[in-house]
Each structure stands twice: as structure tokens, then as C-alpha cells.
């Protein structure tokens, strides 16, 4: 006799309600946790240097790093910012239990913003939600403006995309109107930010892009929100 | 199985990690059956479903960019089959 239990849910149901619950636990301490995706090498934490040299001791934040191994990314970042070191020992991307024991492992205290430096790869990492409020996908110039069309998770799961490194533009063939094309017929709502974090280039647009989704999300209004800007 | 080409899982390698898992785990005569789901979004504006081509989430239609997907986002576990022993579970 066959026996047909019906069960009709998703696999990663279980995944996706800790998620829920991890970023329902970070609204409530007003904390904005940025994912941060990227092929290795787009620019990803000098990206979260530049914001956090823009800031100084304006914002809170600090960093969990994901890597393959080494902590160097983590020893480039812990001079500007609390930063734990995750890594994954050669898996391909952060989950969450990773990131809940490095926000554990940070020191005590209030965070604005939490950024997640996931594993250097643009595939994997759009599969897993980390209970973040915003994802954010880096695109070098360097690259090439195809990469969108060739990776499209990355960018449809994404909110933000930052095409970094756009001080090289006049030496490789990029176009970032291409490029930009390209992810929003993906990601029709996808908000674009070029700069280039080396020269300080659009970082100032790129903080306040943070500022604004942080106060949109907690709903932070009126002077409130203007102190924030300040 | 129902599994999306937005899921991030290729149908192909989930079968072979299936036929990996099974060997251990003496269940050779478990099978798996993959239903690969095409990818739809439905318009907000004009309420159209469509099915994208090469990943372009623009209505056809009406052009808006107001899209949301459907199906084929996931992998989703219809159902177990289960063929019952007369005598009960074996030893």
C-alpha cells in the first residue's frame, strides 16, 4: 500500500523564519544589518573602510567579515570599526548561524549599522537570507558590465547595487549606464551608487543612501531623522 | 520536488546528491522526483502573469517595473510517497 503525506512547503521554510526572527531581534535594537555581496576582489572591504572613515564617530557600526580563510580582511577593518572575523573554513557563503555567533562575539553595546562582508562569490550567497535589512551587491568595473545578466539572483535579490572602482573607467571597457541597464531589467528597483572608495568618490552619496533606508525602515522621522543626517 | 530556476539549485546536481546520500544511508530504492518549475511574475499593474525571458522582470505588457514573482522562486517538497510492509517495519 503507498502512503502519500502532503507536504507542499518550501525547504528553506525553517531557514527563512530564523531569518525573520534574527532581523525582527535587530529592528527592535534599531540596528540596520547590511549584506554585503560581491565576486572576491570587487572592493567590498574597502568599501566598508570608506563608509566608516566618512563617518567617523558620527554612526555606529561595526562588521562581521566572511572569508574562505585568513582574518586580513578583518585586521584591514578593526582599526575603524568593531569587526569579527567569520571564517568558514571553504564554504562558499556566511548562514546565519555564522553570523548570529559573530554578532555574539562583537563587544557590548549599541550598533546603527551591522555590515555583513559575505564570501567573495556572486552565486551562492544570494541563496541565503541572513536576516538582513538590506542587500547590497558590489560590481567593479573591472569586471566587465555583463555581470549582471550573468549572475542574475545576485542582483534580483538585491536592493542596492555600488559599481565600484569607477576611478579606472577610463582604462577598461565599462559602461555603467550598461551595466545599470542591465541589473534593472533584473531588479526594476534596484538603487545604483558609483564611486570609488579609493579616491573617496560617491561615498558621501552612499552614507546617506544608509542614513535614509535606516530611517525609512525604523521609521525615524521629522528632527530625529535630521539629527541622523547631520 | 518542485524546483525554480531562481532557486539556486540545479536540478541535475540534486539528483546526483541524492543517488550520494541514498548509498550510505541504505536506501537505494528511494527515488526522487525533480518537477522543474518555470519561472512566472505577476504585474501589479496590469495583474498579467508572465514567464520572463533571459531573466527581464518588465512586464511585457504595460512595460512596468512594479513585478512580482510567482513561481519557481524555490524549491518546494510536494510530497513523500511511502510503500507500506504488510509485516511492519523490518528489522
Not at chain 1, 560581491?38 to 554612526?59: F, N, Q
Not at chain 2, 518555470?38 to 495583474?47: D, G, K, M, P, T
Request: glycine content about 6%.
Amino acid at each position: 500500500m503507498t502512503r502519500v503525506i502532503t507536504i507542499l512547503r518550501e525547504v528553506s521554510a525553517r531557514a527563512r523564519a530564523e531569518a525573520d526572527e534574527f532581523r525582527r531581534e535587530m529592528s527592535r535594537r534599531r540596528t540596520l544589518v547590511v549584506n554585503v555581496l560581491s565576486s572576491p576582489g570587487a572592493g567590498k572591504t574597502s568599501l566598508l573602510a570608506a563608509t566608516a572613515v566618512h563617518w567617523g564617530a558620527k554612526r555606529r557600526m561595526a562588521v562581521l567579515v566572511g572569508d574562505i580563510a585568513t582574518d586580513r580582511d578583518a585586521q584591514r577593518l578593526a582599526p575603524l570599526a568593531p569587526t569579527v572575523q567569520l571564517t568558514t573554513g571553504g564554504a562558499c557563503h556566511l548562514d546565519l548561524e555564522l553570523v548570529q555567533r559573530g554578532w555574539e562575539a562583537l563587544p557590548e553595546g549599541e550598533v546603527d549599522f551591522l555590515f555583513i562582508e559575505n564570501v567573495g562569490n556572486l552565486v551562492c550567497p544570494s541563496s541565503h537570507d541572513l536576516g538582513e535589512h538590506l542587500r547590497v551587491v558590489v560590481l567593479s568595473t573591472t569586471e566587465g558590465d555583463d555581470k549582471p545578466a550573468k549572475y542574475p539572483k545576485a542582483f534580483r535579490t538585491s536592493q542596492a547595487l555600488v559599481i565600484s572602482k569607477i576611478d579606472l573607467l577610463p582604462h577598461v571597457p565599462f559602461s555603467v549606464r550598461a551595466a545599470t541597464d542591465d541589473a534593472r531589467t533584473i531588479q526594476p528597483e534596484l538603487s545604483v551608487w558609483p564611486l570609488s572608495a579609493l579616491h573617496g568618490v560617491g561615498i558621501e552619496d552612499w552614507c546617506d543612501y544608509l542614513d535614509d533606508q535606516r530611517n525609512r525602515i525604523f521609521g525615524i522621522h521629522g528632527r530625529q531623522a535630521a539629527n541622523i543626517r547631520s | 520536488m518542485q524546483v525554480g530556476p531562481l532557486s539556486g539549485v540545479e536540478p541535475v546536481q540534486l539528483a546526483s546528491a541524492w543517488r550520494q546520500l541514498c548509498g550510505p544511508a541504505a536506501l537505494e530504492e528511494a527515488q526522487l522526483e525533480i518537477e522543474e518549475v518555470a519561472l512566472e511574475v505577476r504585474c501589479q499593474q496590469c495583474q498579467g502573469v508572465f514567464r520572463p525571458e533571459s531573466f527581464s522582470f518588465r512586464c511585457p505588457a504595460c512595460d512596468s517595473t512594479q513585478t512580482e514573482v510567482v513561481a519557481g522562486e524555490g524549491v518546494i517538497l510536494d510530497n513523500i510517497l511511502l510503500d507500506e510492509l504488510q509485516q511492519g517495519v523490518p528489522q
